[in-house]
Structures are given as structure tokens and as C-alpha cells.
């Protein structure tokens, strides 16, 4: 994205669309060319024809090409709207969860607690974060979502041609994600596969929740069982077939094992028992992540789990060796 027309109203910019800018629709190019605007009122000045593609008003679902030249009006971005600067323990912990950088991609450990961008209450997510770290960078984008809880291998595009590519590559179901997860009880082995539609519902409060409804999306999630802790716990690996909001954690729910340490969906009694184990955080975690990328090398990802769940699920181990022990 380039900037041209130095003789025009200092108010007004003249933008050239780039090489790896093309095919993207105009709303979500101005939403990188005006950080901070919100959206509405980006909607606001498409609908006005106060945004021109080569001298023509444009639709907010309009496509641009390289060469393009793109006229956005003058706005003013109120300072209150910026997100705040990412304090340095911040910065030291991201630039050390780094998993994979190249020029176009970055793979990153995500930890627990950070949303994944601003807003709703939030004023830095993880990619304002990444903005500031690489403000030379001029495109930065997430290529899909973990919930706020969730830690664990997340993507971003360093390039709109790999931001693209990954998109299809998720549409087509070729990106493979695994998760691990902590979930209440003992879950059997035979019950590898759950196909259970899901549904988005709102609370009077405002407060998102998901639930297994028959007019539903359909949704599938693979488990696998890697290690019991007796008729108390059970970590699973969870393979998300379908990418449905909450899906790991309404089907596991829905099994009757719900996710331990997840306040929307498992009991704050079972909760309350597993913080003296040392859970005191959602216990799903991204763990692995594979993909092809655009020269047909294959991208493998591995998460490290953070030390206080895994020492965690070494305390339910020795608990259950002891009760055993002391059965026999």
C-alpha cells in the first residue's frame, strides 16, 4: 500500500493498491489502511461514495486489483479508540512464543487470558500486540481464532497472498489442528467421534453460549483418549473436523465430560476441586498444527504445554497412584 499524488489535499490520501493486496474486498482493505477506525463508520463513507476505486464508487463487498487507486476521504481517529502500548513483560513473553516466522508467516504459542484481538470490553488483543512489536511490518493479520482461554498454536499472515492461501486452506479442511484437553470423569475410548449440531444462543445478560440444538450447524469433533487419571479426569486429544464457535466445549460437554476449568460449560463445584490441583485456567490447549504452504513445503507445529497445567496433571497422577496403591 503506497501512497501517491503528493499535489492532493494533505486531508485526502490516493492509495495504490499492491500486488499482494489484490483480489481483497474494500471494506477489509480499509479496515487495514484506517487501524483504529471502527467499522461502522468505514461502512458509513463506502455508502456515502466517499471511497473511490479509480474515480468510481465502490460496494463494501468490491474487490480490488493491483494498480488500483483508492481514494480515502480524511478521518479523524479519536485517541481514545487507540489500543494501548504493550508493556514490555508483554513483549518479552510473545517475542519468546514464537514458534515459526517467515517473511509471509508467523506461528505463535499463544498463552491463556489473551483475546485474540480487542474489543468487547477489550483493549489489546494479541495482533494490536504483534502490531506494535513489528511496526515496520505493513500487513499483519490473524488467519483464524482461538477463544481468550485457549492457549496454543495460532497463525499470522505476514502477507495477504498467505493470508488467502490459508483461508482456502482452512475452507477445504487441509489445515489439521489438534488440541489437548482436560475433561471431567473418565471418558471411554469408543467414544472417538461426536457429530452433534450446534448453535449459537444469546443470554438476556448479553453473554454468548453455545448449545447442541437439532437445527444446529452440523458439527463433528474426533477424540482420542491420551491418559486417564482413574474416574476423575481424562486428557483427550480433540481433532476439530468442522471449526464451529465453542465446539471442543459444548461437545465434550455434550458427552458428559465437559472441559475442566471452563466457566461457561462445567461446574463451578468440579472447578472449585480442581484449582487445589493447580487447574485455574480452561485446560484446552492448541498442541499441534499442520499445514502445506504455497511452495508445497509442509508446515508442522508442535505447542508446549505451560509448565503449571502440566504439573497439574502430574499431581492427579500421583493422586490417583496413591489411591490405588492404597486400595490394594
Not at 184 to 200: H, S
Not at 257 to 277: A, F, L
Request: aromatic share 4%; proline share 5%; net charge positive.
Amino acid at each position: 500500500m503506497s501512497d501517491i499524488n503528493p499535489s492532493a489535499s494533505p486531508s485526502v490520501r490516493f492509495v495504490e493498491v499492491e500486488e499482494d493486496q489484490a483480489g481483497q474486498r474494500i471494506d477489509n482493505f480499509l479496515r487495514t489502511a484506517l487501524k483504529g477506525v471502527p467499522k461502522s463508520m468505514i461502512y458509513r463513507i463506502l455508502r456515502k461514495g466517499e471511497v473511490r476505486v479509480n474515480k468510481k464508487r465502490i460496494k463494501p463487498d468490491g474487490r480490488i486489483q493491483a494498480g488500483d487507486i483508492v481514494r480515502i476521504p480524511p478521518i479523524r481517529v479519536s485517541e481514545r479508540g487507540e489500543a494501548p502500548l504493550v508493556g514490555q513483560g508483554l513483549v518479552d513473553a510473545l517475542e519468546g512464543a514464537i514458534l515459526y516466522e517467515s517473511d509471509a508467516l508467523m506461528v505463535m504459542n499463544k498463552p491463556s487470558g489473551l483475546a485474540v484481538h480487542g474489543g468487547s470490553g477489550v483493549n489489546l488483543g494479541l495482533i494490536e500486540a504483534i502490531r506494535q512489536m513489528r511496526p515496520d511490518a505493513r500487513f499483519l493479520e490473524l488467519v483464524h481464532r482461538l477463544d481468550r482461554d485457549t492457549s496454543g498454536c495460532i497463525m499470522i499472515a505476514k502477507k495477504r497472498s498467505m493470508l488467502r492461501h490459508m483461508h482456502e486452506a482452512l475452507r477445504q479442511n487441509r489445515v489439521n489442528k489438534v488440541y489437548h484437553a482436560l475433561v471431567q470423569g473418565r471418558w471411554e475410548t469408543r467414544d472417538n467421534r461426536v457429530e452433534a449440531p450446534l448453535r449459537k444462543n444469546e443470554l438476556k445478560s448479553g453473554e454468548r453460549i453455545v448449545k447442541v440444538q437439532e437445527d444446529g450447524k452440523p458439527s463433528i469433533t474426533l477424540f482420542k483418549v491420551l491418559r486417564r487419571f482413574g474416574q476423575t479426569a481424562t486428557l483427550v486429544e480433540a481433532k476439530p473436523v468442522t471449526g464451529r464457535t465453542h465446539q471442543i466445549r459444548v461437545h465434550s460437554q455434550f458427552m458428559g465430560h465437559p472441559i475442566i476449568g471452563d466457566d461457561k460449560y462445567c461446574s463451578d463445584e468440579v472447578n472449585r476441586q480442581m484449582r487445589d490441583v493447580g487447574v485455574r485456567r480452561l485446560f484446552l490447549h492448541s498442541a499441534r498444527l499442520s499445514v502445506d504452504l504455497p511452495d508445497g513445503e509442509r508446515l508442522e507445529i508442535s505447542a508446549p504445554l505451560e509448565a503449571p497445567l502440566v504439573e497439574a496433571t502430574e499431581r492427579l497422577a500421583n493422586q490417583h497412584n496413591e489411591q490405588e496403591y492404597g486400595q490394594k
